[in-house]
């Protein structure tokens, strides 16, 4: 078989690397395979413009920040010839927020995918449980390092237990009694040494080895402590040697000078198993719990140390059995009594080693490569394929349940506030026309749907908010501050727009007779407006708003003339844009498309012109054939839009676009019958649970909120009206198109039977 490693690799200094190039060797080692590019190759994790001189077995790199080369590293593993793809994780070492760029990739991989977590958190962040939580739907089987581990991604990331293995971190095969000879080597032999090792940082608890040691030497004045390890590369970016410098002072100031010696460099593994063999105590003082797995820890009772380490989750779990001895977070009094009775008491420190490394003997690396290997195998043989692809029907069950929690939270006696701070509202930005009118079109659909009366009052608001806004020439103010004072004098015709098609959409559906009568005088006062709009979207959204208050009042005769009038507009625009392969209204794709094409397929439900459906028809297949030729939507992201003869831009993308799709198809359902835009609908309503380029939900189920979109290196996690408005509205149109499709497929077997007579 030939497996595919994806990991960060030597020559770059990184823990893991060291670990994926050991397992790679491990399980070389237990195949008959002769040459190593038949048997496995790595693709590895390269830092922005840092390239290394990789071994023969390194075929391929990714730029970590750089989410195309993923996207084109499943391409060449896909074609590779590969059976198993084993990908090393760790949140830190992939591109995006917390890693969230290994996820594409995942996601374009056909070949099976054994994950080996370095990192479970029990306390995890939203973005880093979003993603193990996607890792173990991709992946066919996971590896952990401890019996922990296997109840958090069971309780906590919801991973069956079938898919998870425990194969502890292994080991180099190190030899019995070669501290002898080692001491002398590095003329070390009247020395007692302890040892820590790893890159430094705080959290290594170095300190309290350093606190511990003055009263340890007064009667053993031979000890010496070696703390072997570089800075860690992001501590010294970002820090320098400040950690080295403080633990230096210490050094000095307990006099010890000739007791501690700082190895600083990050030293090859032969070094390290010299070191760890000629210890006689190893150390890890660090300061916190939550590590799941440490290599240096297995790495030290491989080699038969007195492990002594503070109680973090793994070393509780491998020092236990008098393995080793735990002592309490930051406690060097408890450190120093520890040491002191060892040095006192050499048979209880040699029945420590003893045992360390009579457990150890099991964790060497050809034993731990010829599980993985079974375990490669395994996948292999009983890997069935997924077609991820979905029917046409709608599936209730995987939408949440609907929640206006959020809503509510954003509104106040005002109206909505339009941003918000993570899930709380922010007001200093105050609230905005498109947000209230958004939030209009919401509570009525709602009230429609679930036959809400709490949304009544909701309605009020917003509406009250509205009429506040509207100056005496019928246009509107758009930004009110928190103080209620005017930001602006005239607000932008885009927002004008969304205000008459939710007036419109007020009066059509009129929740009460008060609240129609209220919308339909502000709707009277800014009909002079109409005609004077330029900006394509805010006349798209005036001719929706017509269109609905046009079913509400059909003998407004001017106003069917200004429907159709507006509607020219955009198709006059359409004809001058038109090219071969460029079906738009302007030169450049940009925000909140699907309101063009959706308000001319409404403007042909009322007018019945065929070119004006016609148009309809060829731009929304345009758009479609642009957001909707992959496996998820992608709409045109802000960060550079999609020019004629571009790119379409991959990021910024915002939620109000899915929303404006799910309408648009929604209508063409209705009006054209065609039950393929059901699927498309749902395709685009699904952006919000996590079909998307970064494979993360949007819609926060804790919260009943939505984030504000996908930005470069992950989400905008700031749940503002807009977005939660967007989603909101989005639900309720899926159970609308739902129940529609169940009417019109029970019309249609009714009406069966009697064709057939």
Not at 94 to 99: D, H, N, P, V
Not at 690 to 719: A, M, Q, R, S
Request: proline share 3%; aromatic share 12%.
């Amino acid at each position: 078989m030939k497996i595919a490693y994806i990991s960060t690799y030597p020559p770059k200094r990184c823990g893991i690397g060291t670990f994926t190039n050991n397992l790679f060797h491990a399980v070389y080692s237990n195949t008959e395979q002769r040459q190593i590019d038949d048997h496995a190759f790595v693709v590895a994790l390269n830092e922005e413009n840092n390239e290394f001189d990789y071994p023969e077995e390194v075929k391929y790199t990714i730029r970590t920040n750089h989410q195309k080369d993923y996207i084109n590293a499943a391409g060449f593993i896909n074609f590779s010839g590969a059976d198993v793809v084993v990908l090393q994780h760790e949140f830190g070492i992939f591109g995006g927020e917390m890693g969230v760029y290994v996820l594409p990739l995942l996601h374009h991989l056909t070949i099976p995918v054994v994950t080996v977590c370095h990192t479970v958190l029990k306390n995890p962040s939203y973005i880093q449980r979003a993603i193990l939580l996607e890792i173990g739907k991709k992946s066919s089987r996971l590896v952990v390092m401890s019996k922990l581990a296997v109840g958090f991604l069971k309780d906590i990331y919801k991973i069956p237990a079938q898919k998870i293995d425990i194969i502890e971190h292994g080991t180099p095969v190190f030899k019995p009694h070669a501290q002898i000879s080692l001491k002398k080597e590095y003329n070390l032999q009247d020395r007692t040494v302890l040892l820590t090792f790893g890159l430094l940082s705080r959290n290594k608890g170095i300190e309290t080895v350093l606190h511990a040691l003055p009263e340890v030497v007064k009667n053993h004045p031979n000890v010496l402590y070696i703390v072997l390890g570089t800075t860690h590369p992001a501590v010294r970016r970002m820090f320098g040697e400040e950690y080295k410098e403080y633990l230096k002072m210490l050094v000095n100031k307990y006099e010890l000078e000739e007791n501690v010696f700082f190895y600083d460099k990050f030293v090859s593994e032969e070094t390290l198993v010299d070191y760890l063999s000629m210890a006689d105590i190893y150390i890890t003082p660090y300061l916190t719990k939550e590590q799941i797995t440490s290599g240096t820890l297995s790495y030290a009772v491989g080699a038969g140390s007195c492990v002594l380490s503070t109680p973090y989750w793994h070393a509780e779990e491998l020092l236990a059995d008098g393995r080793g001895i735990l002592f309490d977070f930051k406690s060097n009094e408890q450190l120093a009594d520890i040491l002191a009775e060892l040095l006192k008491n050499p048979e209880k420190l040699e029945k420590i080693r003893s045992k360390a490394f009579s457990y150890g003997k099991k964790l060497t690396w050809p034993k731990n490569g010829k599980v993985y290997l079974d375990l490669y195998k395994k996948v292999r043989d009983t890997y069935i394929p997924v077609n991820e692809k979905e029917s046409s029907e709608i599936n209730l069950s995987l939408m949440p349940r609907f929640d206006l929690s959020h809503l509510h939270r954003l509104t106040d006696d005002v109206g909505i506030v339009q941003h918000a701070m993570y899930g709380i509202p922010n007001l200093k930005h105050g609230y905005n026309l498109s947000d209230n009118a958004r939030a209009i079109i919401m509570s009525v659909m709602t009230y429609q749907q679930f036959k809400n009366t709490d949304v009544l009052d909701l309605i009020s608001k917003y509406l009250s908010y509205i009429h506040y806004m509207q100056n005496a020439d019928g246009s509107f103010h758009n930004v009110l501050g928190f103080d209620r004072s005017y930001i602006d004098e005239l607000g932008t015709e885009d927002s004008f727009g969304r205000t008459i098609w939710a007036l419109g959409y007020l009066v059509k559906n009129k929740p009460s007779a008060a609240y129609k009568q209220v919308a339909t005088d502000i709707f009277n006062r800014s009909k002079d407006q109409f005609e004077n709009l330029t900006s394509l979207r805010g006349i798209a959204a005036t001719i929706i708003g017509l269109t609905y208050f046009l079913q509400e009042y059909p003998e407004k005769e001017q106003l069917f003339h200004v429907l159709k009038h507006l509607t020219r507009k955009l198709t006059e625009a359409y004809e001058t844009h038109k090219q071969k392969d460029w079906e738009w209204f302007e030169d450049k794709m940009t925000y909140n498309n699907g309101i063009i094409p959706l308000a001319l397929l409404l403007s042909y439900e009322t007018a019945e012109d065929l070119y004006v459906l016609n148009v309809a028809k060829d731009t929304m297949n345009f758009i479609t054939n642009v957001t909707l030729s992959g496996d998820f939507f992608q709409p045109v992201g802000s960060k550079g839009w999609y020019q004629k003869g571009g790119e379409l831009s991959a990021y910024n993308q915002q939620s109000v676009e899915a929303m404006s799709m799910v309408n648009l198809f929604f209508h063409a359902f209705r009006i054209l019958k065609d039950r393929n835009y059901l699927s498309l609908l749902f395709k685009c309503y699904k952006w919000y649970l996590g079909d998307n380029i970064f494979h993360i939900p949007v819609y926060d189920h804790e919260t009943g909120g939505c984030y504000g979109g996908l930005i470069y290196k992950g989400v905008n996690k700031n749940e503002g009206a807009e977005s939660t408005l967007s989603y909101l509205i989005s639900h309720i149109t899926v159970l609308q198109a739902h129940e529609l499709e169940q009417i019109s497929f029970n019309v249609q077997k009714k009406e069966e039977p009697n064709k057939q007579t």
